[in-house]
């Protein structure tokens, strides 16, 4: 079936801290990966994507990594900011355009 | 920077209404979407479109539910006969290429059918 699931609603940190933030997908054909960002009021915004040719990919402060052995996709946050604060959703394409949706992870930075 | 625009920002509606739900996409993009996110809940396919037809629909999407590009720049949703259980976040999204482009969302039209 298709399911991509978090593993922690809320994870709460201080300011300056490294985030790190789980999904697990179910489906072993996915070839495309992305993290969005959602604060309160609005859409879902790109943080970074990954292929399944990769296993590691870094943008600005934030890192992916994607382990396929055991289907489980991370997001770290190097230096967590309060503006960092908002729901994290991992997603995965299904097919050629779907993408599938985990159920979010709501990151607290305190400062 | 571009960006997906929708309107309106909040829809409220009696239930058995028909609401029309719209988007302005990236001007450039050749693929559109349609989301749905229930209060709480993950947000959801519902269609993609391309070339002027549904490339791609969920279960969600049944005959209830249409999608247009009118004209050159919106693409729209039309619920028929809404449902108390349409009440949700809807986000539409643009995207440029092929599969595993980055999808684009719009700030999303909040629907409340009373």
């Known amino acids: 079936g298709e399911s991509v699931g978090l593993h922690l609603p809320t994870l709460s940190v201080q300011e300056g801290d490294n985030s790190i933030i789980n999904c697990a997908y179910s489906n072993s054909a996915s070839d495309y990966f992305i993290w969005y960002k959602q604060e309160s009021g609005k859409g879902p915004q790109f943080i970074i994507d990954?292929?399944?040719?990769?296993d590691k990919r870094q943008g600005q402060r934030v890192t992916v990594l994607l382990n396929k052995t055991v289907k489980h996709l991370s997001l770290q946050i190097a230096a967590t900011q309060p503006g960092d604060s908002a729901v994290y959703f991992c997603?995965?394409?299904?097919?050629?355009?779907?993408?599938?949706f985990g159920t979010g992870t709501r990151l607290l930075v305190s400062p | 920077e571009p960006e997906v625009t929708q309107t309106p920002s909040h829809q409220v509606t009696q239930m058995g209404q028909e609401v029309i739900l719209r988007c302005v996409p990236i001007?450039?993009?050749?693929?559109f979407y349609w989301y749905r996110q229930i209060l709480g809940q993950k947000v959801e396919f519902l269609v993609s479109?391309?070339?002027?037809?549904?490339?791609?629909k969920s279960e969600i999407f049944d005959d209830q539910f249409s999608v247009e590009r009118p004209d050159g720049s919106n693409f729209t949703l039309k619920i028929r006969s809404t449902k108390l259980e349409d009440s949700a976040m809807y986000f539409c999204?643009?995207?440029?290429?092929?599969?595993?482009?980055?999808?684009?969302f719009g700030p999303g039209t909040r629907l409340t059918v009373l």
């Open positions: 479109f391309y070339n002027n037809e549904i490339s791609e």
């Open positions: 001007s450039n993009h050749l693929y």
């Open positions: 999204a643009s995207s440029g290429g092929w599969g595993g482009d980055e999808q684009f």
């Open positions: 997603a995965e394409k299904v097919g050629f355009q779907k993408l599938v």
């Open positions: 990954i292929r399944s040719n990769m």
